[in-house]
């Protein structure tokens, strides 16, 4: 069953020399219940665009977008707008989901249960919240505004960051549960848990999904089809990020041949055309008009320009940088704890913890940007730091992209000592002569990245260190970025919630544990959560009840050996025993928060909001309990039967 059908859409703007532009054109496609699409191309091929015109947030010039009536379109963007005076919970529930209207009124009620709003309107609402079953959705709500880190929900909305607010809208766009989700950049801002959490629950909903992300394990694990839109044209591959990768290279090879043939057959219907009789034109205007076609073809473009990273690094000396117990506290919170570490030629460390435990605070302490209060940094005479910041490039209104990068050098050197102008080094990084004279302002957020990595490298840094260089950056840009990396002969340090990217470059990694403790784990992202999950399967068999010792009895000779072990078939009868009581504690958690609200509407004196929290929180883990159980009962119920 279709969901959304796009009929001849186009897009164009007016760039600076006042030239119409497309980003798409003519460009037809739909999408089926349960098509879980991701949609990729390079930085300002119109990708954000096409989103927000399926969402209905910016007109088309031409075509047509079409829902079906009954389809529930959701679309978290990556600046979300809110009205003023918003907070974060008339954000998120200004919503016509009926369910979440009963949770928000009673939530609302409960700040106050005294009141004589409260004591009239609790025992009707309980009453419809009943009715309803959605006990269990307020602690999902509650569940997902945790994973988000969103507990102060009466915090405005002006006053969040922009990765907050981007969290928030995550937030409010899953708890709609939509039948079709628009994502755009989903895990900007998110920690690696959250996003991790955020690709299991994607990918096991039954949500029709379309998303524009560079994660490409989450491209990966949470698509199956692949949209690139390619010149204003677009093309669809039926498989995943590896087979697009493929057929992509194979059309490129397939287009260059056609465009080589369509150039030679040119020139000979051109000396055709040159020695044609003017008494002979309309004899052979079928020709005339295939040359025209012909020479459509041939004037093609087969655009391989490509991001080159071609730097002079500078010579490192024997000493690179040395922190010795390094410690750093704000407001009575441990940040840095007696840090201490050499780096070495080569070094590549990749930076891992929770959004606000210190890993942008240790990276200013090195560059020495801030100071800490106590223990030294010393840095070796050679080193040169280049630092790519997270918040993004800075820059004046009305500042042009050449002005932007003559900031910082009229002259460049690049590798083997050649001198080259900002306007070439901008050529290097795709901005061709035309893109040079661009308002900063106007330039995609991929762009604007890109330009920030340029100044960064200008200086030809032998320490590099690069917090979050991957937000919205496109698949090619990072490709290119990965390989100068990999052959990058100074010394790096990585903070990434791309897990592909670390994966790919780093050989350790500083694990950021909270109160200041930060670890030195031997290996890649991959490695530390494989270590991670083994850890705590072993705490698991530790803390399961000792099986009996007691060996089954010897099968009998001929009779075919049982599939399912006795250890399994023990485990499946204790997971059946562990589900049914999961299932009834949670049936007694609800019924005593149905108490609790009773109660409360009946005791003017009773506040009952904390104990309700804490029983939803209960119910919350419980489930993931109870999910994570009968996934394990599932499997061993196949064998057991089997």
Do not use: C
Not at 86 to 100: C, G, K, Q, Y
Not at 448 to 466: A, C, E, G, S, W
């Amino acid at each position: 069953m279709i969901l959304l059908s796009v009929e001849l859409a186009s897009k164009s703007f007016q760039s600076s020399s006042g030239a119409e532009t497309f980003l798409f054109q003519n460009i037809s496609f739909g999408i089926d219940q349960g098509q879980k699409v991701a949609l990729v191309g390079v930085n300002g091929s119109g990708k954000t665009t096409l989103l927000k015109a399926l969402a209905g947030k910016e007109p088309l010039d031409d075509g047509k977008v079409v829902f079906r009536n009954d389809v529930k379109v959701a679309f978290a963007e990556q600046n979300p707008a809110f009205e003023a005076g918003d907070t974060i919970t008339t954000f998120i529930f200004n919503t016509d989901n009926a369910i979440l209207n009963l949770i928000n009124e009673y939530e609302h009620l409960l700040q106050d249960p005294n009141s004589p709003v409260a004591q009239k309107k609790l025992p009707q609402l309980i009453e419809q919240i009943d009715l309803a079953n959605a006990w269990d959705y307020e602690s999902q709500v509650k569940q997902i505004l945790g994973r988000f880190g969103l507990y102060n929900l009466d915090q405005p909305m002006e006053e969040l960051s922009g990765g907050q607010r981007k969290r928030v809208a995550l937030a409010k766009v899953l708890i709609e549960k939509p039948d079709f989700l628009i994502l755009d950049e989903p895990t900007n801002h998110l920690d690696l848990d959250t996003i991790e959490w955020l690709e299991n629950y994607i990918a096991s909903s039954a949500m029709t999904l379309l998303l524009v992300t560079h994660d490409r394990y989450f491209l990966e694990r949470t698509t199956n089809e692949i949209i690139e839109l390619d010149k204003g044209n677009l093309f669809w591959y039926k498989g995943n990020y590896a087979y697009f990768l493929e057929k992509k290279a194979e059309r490129l090879a397939q287009q260059e041949t056609e465009v080589s043939k369509a150039q030679n057959l040119m020139r000979k219907e051109l000396d055709w055309m040159r020695r044609q009789p003017k008494a002979r034109g309309t004899k052979a205007k079928y020709r005339v008009d295939a040359f025209g076609e012909l020479k459509e073809k041939a004037n093609q473009k087969t655009d391989n320009s490509a991001l080159d990273l071609s730097i002079q690094m500078r010579r490192q000396g024997g000493k690179i940088l040395e922190a010795e117990k390094i410690s750093k506290k704000y407001d009575q919170q441990t940040l840095v704890d007696q840090f201490s570490y050499v780096f070495k030629k080569n070094d590549k460390v990749g930076m891992i913890g929770k959004n606000g435990v210190g890993k942008s605070t240790l990276l200013n302490i090195l560059t020495g940007d801030i100071v800490p209060d106590s223990g030294q940094i010393e840095k070796g005479a050679t080193t040169v730091f280049g630092y790519y910041r997270q918040e993004g490039l800075v820059f004046q209104e009305g500042q042009r992209v050449i002005d932007v990068v003559k900031e910082v050098a009229e002259v460049i050197e690049i590798e083997k000592g050649r001198v080259i102008t900002a306007s070439q080094f901008l050529q290097y990084f795709l901005f061709p002569p035309e893109k040079q004279y661009t308002m900063v302002s106007r330039l995609s957020g991929g762009e604007k990245r890109r330009l920030q990595l340029l100044r960064v490298l200008m200086k030809n840094p032998n320490f590099l260190i690069l917090d979050e260089p991957t937000n919205d950056l496109d698949l090619i840009t990072l490709n290119v970025l990965e390989e100068f990396l990999e052959n990058y002969s100074g010394s790096l340090i990585l903070v990434s919630h791309d897990r592909y990217f670390m994966d790919k470059l780093i050989n350790h990694m500083f694990v950021f544990e909270g109160d200041g403790v930060i670890n030195d784990f031997p290996g890649n992202y991959t490695d530390f959560r494989e270590r991670k999950q083994m850890e705590g399967e072993q705490r698991n068999q530790e803390e399961k009840p000792k099986k009996s010792t007691k060996e089954p009895a010897p099968t009998k000779p001929n009779i075919p050996v049982q599939k399912v072990s006795y250890a399994e078939k023990r485990e499946y009868e204790l997971l059946t025993k562990e589900i049914d009581a999961l299932e009834v504690e949670k049936q007694k958690l609800s019924e005593k928060m149905n108490e609790i609200s009773l109660k409360a509407a009946a005791d003017p004196d009773y506040n009952p909001h904390q104990d309700l929290t804490d029983i939803s929180e209960k119910i919350a883990k419980i489930g993931q309990m109870l999910e994570e159980k009968s996934d394990r009962w599932l499997t061993l119920a196949e064998k057991v039967d089997g």
